[in-house]
């Protein structure tokens, strides 16, 4: 719930006062939960801070959550200081958010008051007495002093009096000399985040504390007057109300503008600067883990606030706390994405903070300017053109682009700048000066010097540019707040418009993906999870290619399947809440300015044309106020009450700031919180046919969704609850690997589980590889739950390598010969009826695959590859059951109540990974292209006529979708070899084998060839069943055999009996030499046409599939019922039988024909012109084929032909000038296909379709044929 909805509950500007500090009564206590630690002297201890008061006692619209606002009023508990300290107040806000996602926002001014209690001062004394003592024990211990502590500015130092000395000065408080202060806060609960106006109120009101004149009147009347008579002002109203010392200001932007924000948005730009700022972006809109760390709570609150307003339109949707108390760190333990800030207690050392998990992690360090990323973060889309978009604003406001560190210089700056003077000077009627260069601006800085070279490329000017004119309508516009205010205020929105901009032109055509259930509501509620609600597919497939990667990652997030959700849920406007509203808003706008169809997309940088008037209507607010509060008055006082002593902030009288004012004209709205929430949720049940629970609980599990995770409570620590809320988290872990498997699942099924009623048809390459980073992900996550203790970057690799040290002490122990940890299956040893020893399965040899791979320089990223690789292997999750079966193991590296050591859901965990199984991966051969893979090569030759007399030298040459072997020769005695290829082929699609002809016996019967990826494992079976020789056969020396993936090496592991594979492995036309074409299986003529119509069938499927996800084409055109094999029947259809003992083949009839052409042409024989070109065509190509210096046989010259027939769209016109060759008389019978002239027109027809697809030939296939 955005605060938004909040405020509807309340319309009191504050809901609670509260005032934090040292409890006199319970005295020092220390605050263990921080983790402080005894070495540190007693003042820069942390003792435990209480709420001393609040005022009212309750609101029922916003219960008081004492715990929560105990910790975040001061975070860090009690601090104390003497009269040498630096004691300026401090400001920090921070945000209460409930389990149900609504927000609460608080604002705390800590100062420090003197200490009145003597017990308080002896008792800080007697821990100095004791601190000192030990010290002192330290010192004269050690030969050499090191004082280190945080308050020493001493260099090592050697001699221990000055030590001492040191020691005392830096270290010691003492009751006689020294004054003692105190940390004390005063804090205001609101229902909406006016930063700038709750600080001044409560600056005011310490003012008026230390103040030397008294205030106007008590304190109880201004602290009265903000909770009981101040509204918040109405969307699109500016509201004006007194604090102690003078006005103060709000304004609230109305229902079509973007949503409230009042932070000061320069300071995360010139913490971080704008290159940070826009990874910070990047990763928080993929939701990855991000940990802000600093010593300042209020810059915590400030970037992790700046950071999700402008993610607008979207929500963050998991844990946000902010400011992290220091008794909380356990939180960070949480497996699911968060949003936290991390105080970093003065200490700048990041090297020390334990992080339990890191692998997908981002990491702003603020207070240094340093973010540190996860792996593979893909790239903004338009970033450069989008930083220079921003960088134009900020330099308008004189903020560097690239940051500034000594941000309080340049806040100062800021007040002092007035982007409209550098731009031109108008107010004493001058002539304006020339446009601001941001070209210049640019040239000075080395980081926008990069980025101009890089811009430049692009193709983008930068002398062109001007800087907008600040405000230029709105000059003469008397504003009621002050010029820095109004500054922010400018700044702050022109950025936030900005980032809406690109949003709105990325998303422009966003509803037309939207998939409306077609269900009723309620089963769509229960069946949320399942549903697709976004035609990703479609959507990305529109898409520049380089925005690919960042696109098909935030289509996975949570945030974007409930901003979808959101969209399918209110149908009308009245019904959408604001922000989808504003959003939806903006979409109309920027089709009717574009007027262009809603799917075509431009890919033009649209610069943002919305910043005037959004900038106009917050000025024309805080020029003309709408509404003042009714003024601070006195209240009915007893005589004597609102006295207190200066210096000190009182205990506020509670009887008159318990209840509000009879005649209030804001009570009315303030009606029970129930009936309120009840409205609010009207307008939804009544179009969505549901009553309110049901309602209800579908909020409540669509904000859980995937993550099982509700925000951390920050109450009542028991053990029981953090018990609770790590339960919370495997059950959540549990869930997502659930829903991730099946969605990774039905993505890979693609139409067979769309048919089944499951999800979207397509999945592209970069879709599937996104699923699988997030699977990646969610390991790193499951494996980093529970840790005991950290050890580098990735759990998963890090339990990986202790699992790999044992393993090989024990194989040392057991000796060399014991297979430990490999498993051996007898029926691997028939590999699909070859003889090619097995692969031995072994976890520890796959870790040593992925550490022999040099370009992995990473732990992250050498677990990603093995999950990759153990994925492509079906081995998964067989893995990963062997590495947890080691209990001792898991004992040692994680805590009881760890993921992994909840033993039911892990094995519901790897019985979800099991399901991988089912479909095939080759997610770590198509990302690891350029690796070193060893390739094992067997030649079976053929049983009958065994090649033990063959005394030709053969060789091979192997290719695959990325590339080829060149020739290798094998030696002939073993026909068996290892080799390894610099790059990975891919899938591989042929084997080119042949022999060198020389010798007495150099023919060669081959059965088949089996090539093995050693590292994957999979085996591609090449079956041949020819001979390789002169004078037998088709007189080949080289044949060229198309492969499939035989039958995966898994398929013994889980279960030993076996069905035979479906599909039969393509193979080439068995002919032996006594074997004629005649006895041949007689086909009829409809079978041969089914035949050429399945294959041309195939060929069409091919080039409609998605480019990622097509098989090979060589299978379709040359394997077993491929184009090559269909046309080889149509014309041995009705071929008449020769005499005996000799062979013809149908190339004899293709030479034949070749000759008749050759001849019509010398007489000039009269044809009409397209004839002629055809016939020339096709006598250019056989002699082309005939004239090659290659061995391939007679069969090998028409698959050939074929190939380059269907490549160049000649097949159809070849068929039709062969039918009206009279050589067929001679060759053919008179039932021959080629002779029926129907049957011939319908066979061009089929080939005809061939013509609109671009068909490429491997190189392997063309060697040597120059056409």
Known sequence: ????????????????????????????????????????????????????????????????????????????????????????????????????????????????????????????????????????????????????????????????????????RFNSYDISKDTLYVSKCICLIAPMPFMQACKKVLEQLHQAVTSLQPPPLPLESYVYNILYEVPLPPAGRSLKFLGVYGPIVCQRPSTNELPLFDFPINEMFELLGLENVLQLFTCALLEIQILLFSQHYQRLMTVAESITTILFPCQWQHVYVPILPASLLHFLDAPVPYLMGLHSNGQDDRSKLELPQEANLCFVDIDNHFIELPEDLPQFPNKLEFIQEISEILMAFGIPPEGNLHCSESASKLKNFKGSDVVCDKKNGNIAGPALNTYEFLKENETMARLQALVKRTGVSLEKLDVREQAGSNKDLKVHCDEEELKIHQLNIQIREIFANRFTQMFADYEVFVIQPNQDKESWFSNREQMQNFDKASFLSD??????????????????????????????????????????????????????????????????????????????????????????????????????????????????????????????????AQWRRKDRQKQHTEHLHLDNDQREKYIQEARNLGTGMRQPKLSNLSPSVIAHTNWKFVEGLLKECRNKTKRMLVEKMGREAVE???????????????????????????????????????????????????????????????????????????????????????????????????????????????????????????????????????????????????????????????????????????????????????????????????????????????????????????????????????????????????????????????????????????????????????????????????????????????????????????????????????????????????????????????????????????????????????????????????????????????????????????????????????????????????????????????????????LHHWIALLADCPIIAQMYEDIALIKDHTLVNSLIRVLQTLQEFNITLETSLVKGIDI
């Open 1 to 168: 719930m955005t605060a938004n909805n909040t405020a509807a509950a309340s319309c009191r500007f504050a809901d609670y006062f509260v005032i934090s500090g040292l409890d006199i009564e319970t005295g020092l206590e220390p605050d263990e939960l921080s983790g402080e630690n005894y070495e540190q002297s007693p003042l820069r201890r942390t003792f435990k801070s209480k709420v001393l008061a609040h005022y009212p006692e309750n609101v029922e619209w916003n219960p008081f959550d004492q715990d929560a606002v105990g910790m975040l009023c001061m975070p860090k508990g009690l601090s104390f200081k003497t009269q040498s300290d630096n004691r300026d107040p401090q400001f920090h806000s921070f945000i209460i958010t409930r389990e149900d996602g609504s927000r609460t926002y608080g604002f705390a001014l800590t100062f420090y008051e003197e200490v009145a209690s003597k017990q308080i001062c002896s008792a800080m004394q007697t821990l100095y007495h004791m601190h000192n003592a030990d010290q002192y024990d330290i010192l004269h211990t050690s030969t050499t002093i090191c004082i280190s502590s945080s308050e020493s500015n001493s260099d090592n130092c050697s001699d221990i009096p000055t030590g001492m000395t040191k020691l005392q």
């Open 543 to 672: 898409q520049p290619e380089p925005y690919l990667p960042f696109l098909s990652r935030f289509l996975e997030t949570q945030m974007f399947a409930s901003f979808i959700d959101n969209k399918i849920m209110c149908h009308d406007d009245d019904d959408k809440d604001q922000i989808l509203r504003v959003f939806d808003a903006r979409v109309d706008k920027i089709r009717t300015l574009n007027v262009r169809t809603p799917t075509l997309r431009t890919s033009m940088y649209q610069k943002c044309t919305t910043i005037d008037a959004a900038e106009k209507a917050i000025e024309l607010r805080l020029a003309k106020i709408d509404h003042t509060a009714v003024h601070p008055h006195l209240l009915d006082m007893k005589i004597g009450q609102g006295k207190y002593e200066s210096g000190f902030f009182p205990k506020l009288q509670s009887d008159v700031l318990s209840s509000s004012p009879a005649s209030n004209k804001w009570v009315k709205r303030s009606a029970p």
């Open 756 to 1210: 089944l009623g499951h999800g979207e048809v397509t999945i592209t390459g970069v879709e599937e590889n996104t699923l699988i980073a997030s699977l990646c992900d969610l390991l790193e996550r499951i494996w980093s739950h529970g840790l005991q203790v950290k050890q580098g970057k990735s759990a998963l690799w890090s339990h990986l390598l202790h699992y790999q040290e044992t393993k090989e002490k024990k194989e040392a122990v057991l000796g060399s010969t014991s297979s430990t940890g490999i498993i051996q299956d007898l029926e691997r040893r028939k590999f699909d009826g070859l003889a090619m020893p097995p692969l031995k399965i072994s976890l520890t040899q796959d870790m040593r695959h992925i550490q022999n791979i040099g370009e992995i320089k990473t732990d992250v990223g050498k677990a990603r590859a093995w999950v990759r690789l153990s994925m492509e292997k079906k081995l998964l999750s067989r893995h990963l059951k062997q590495l947890l079966s080691d209990h001792e193991l898991t004992k040692k590296l994680y805590k009881r109540y760890a993921f992994l050591r909840c033993d039911d859901e892990k094995e519901q965990f790897l019985y979800h990974l099991l399901s991988f199984n089912a479909v095939d991966y080759f997610c770590f051969t198509n990302v690891f292209t350029t690796i070193m893979i060893p390739y094992h090569v067997l030649v079976i030759p053929s049983k009958k006529l065994g090649g033990s007399m063959f005394t030709a030298n053969p060789w091979i040459c192997i290719s695959g979708e990325l590339g080829e072997t060149g020739i290798l020769q094998i030696p002939k005695s073993i026909l068996e070899m290892t080799f390894e290829v610099m790059s990975e082929l891919g899938k591989l699609t042929t084997v080119l084998i042949g022999h060198d002809n020389s010798g007495l016996y150099a023919k060669w019967l081959v059965d088949c060839v089996v090539v093995r990826n050693e590292i994957t494992g999979h085996a591609y079976k090449f079956p041949c069943g020819r001979w390789l020789g002169k004078g037998v056969d088709d007189g080949s020396l080289e044949r060229i055999l198309v492969g499939e993936l035989a039958s995966s090496i898994q398929e013994t592991d889980e279960r030993h009996c076996r069905t035979p594979p479906m599909q039969q492995s393509p193979s080439m036309i068995r002919r032996f030499v006594n074997i004629t074409p005649t006895s041949r299986q007689k086909l009829n003529t409809g079978q041969i046409q089914e035949s050429v119509g399945e294959a041309i069938n195939g060929i069409v499927k091919h080039f409609h599939k998605p480019e990622k996800e097509r098989g090979s084409l060589m299978l379709l055109l040359c394997g077993e019922n491929g184009l090559v094999s269909a046309l080889e029947q149509v014309f041995h259809h009705g071929f008449k039988s020769p005499r005996l003992f000799k062979s013809i083949f149908i190339w004899d009839f293709m030479e034949k024909a070749y000759v008749y052409f050759e001849s019509l042409e010398h007489i000039e024989f009269t044809q009409e012109e397209n004839w002629q070109t055809r016939a020339k065509n096709f006598c250019k190509f056989v002699a082309a084929i005939n004239g090659a210096p290659r061995n391939i046989g007679k069969d090998g010259k028409f698959q050939l032909l074929v190939c380059l027939g269907a490549r160049d769209h000649l």
